[in-house]
């Protein structure tokens, strides 16, 4: 990975010289020292990542994008490297890419204490992605269904025009009919956008995708032997502060005793495809 020792622990010195100086933010520093560590080895990922780190507080996407970029190269499972890079790409607005890579990250980091800053903030980030992605669908197709609404509303009326040149006489009835027929066309371009309006759905996530104790919609949903489902981070830390023991029933529970709930895990992921609204709500 180095030339030799020497170079390496010299590396070392300069990436911890690089932490204290971003501590202090003092970025131009810490910049400088991390790329003389790479100058001296250059295939150790956490130098690229920690410079990439730098390039971000500075809002330098290219940078930071370059940056990740190699740093994957050298280690495919680096977490930081795959948020930052997913970070990265939501700043070009590609947001397919972006959210792949926040999604990978969040794999990644499922080994890490699950109230770590960093998973919390992979959390919060993805489901802000995921957001501005329905949002981004959801204005298209609500623009896309109004424009078709006004071409059949035309088509409607040129018919109807034509009907009531046939049909002269019978004004009253077929003024009705016109009517009756607009806003049945109405009530199905309605029906069509609602789920573009996130307005009346709002705080009817089902009670069942949310964990008993934060009513929050599960992230890593863990079901106890008593057959009760939590979010695995609320639970885990309930054991280590409160006890070892169920919240709800109070029987006797140990971390190891809790196993992923993997239909309710597929549950929330089938939901969250049909509603993407709700991840305003993490």
Not at 59 to 64: G, H, L, M
């Amino acid at each position: 990975m180095c030339p030799d020792e020497a170079a390496a622990r010299q590396a070392e010195c300069l990436k911890n010289d690089g932490n204290e100086y971003y501590r202090k933010d003092r970025l131009g520093a810490a910049i400088d020292a991390y790329t003389d560590a790479i100058t001296l080895c250059p295939n150790v990922a956490v130098y690229w990542t920690n410079r990439a780190l730098c390039h971000r507080r500075r809002n330098d996407w290219r940078r930071v994008e370059e940056d990740c970029r190699k740093a994957l190269e050298l280690d495919h499972d680096s977490v930081k490297g795959h948020y930052m890079l997913g970070l990265a790409l939501l700043q070009k607005e590609e947001y397919s890419e972006g959210v792949k890579e926040l999604e990978r990250a969040t794999d990644l980091g499922r080994g890490a204490h699950p109230r770590s800053y960093i998973i919390e903030e992979i959390w919060q980030e993805l489901a802000r992605a995921k957001y501005l992605q329905w949002e981004r669908d959801s204005t298209k197709h609500s623009r896309e269904l109004q424009n078709l609404k006004e071409t059949c509303e035309l088509a409607l009326e040129e018919k109807l025009s034509l009907d009531n040149s046939e049909k002269e006489g019978f004004l009253d009835d077929m003024t009705h009919g016109r009517s009756e027929k607009l806003e049945a066309l109405g009530r199905v371009f309605q029906k069509a956008g609602e789920a573009d309006i996130p307005s009346r759905r709002y705080f009817q996530v089902p009670d069942y995708l949310c964990c008993k104790i934060t009513l929050d919609i599960f992230r890593v949903p863990v079901v106890t032997p008593s057959g009760l489902t939590y979010e695995r981070a609320t639970l885990l830390e309930h054991l280590h502060k409160v006890g070892r023991f169920d919240p709800t029933t109070r029987e006797p529970l140990n971390p190891s005793q809790l196993v992923p709930n993997l239909a309710i895990k597929a549950a929330i992921q089938a939901y969250l495809e049909e509603h993407g609204w709700a991840y305003k709500m993490f």
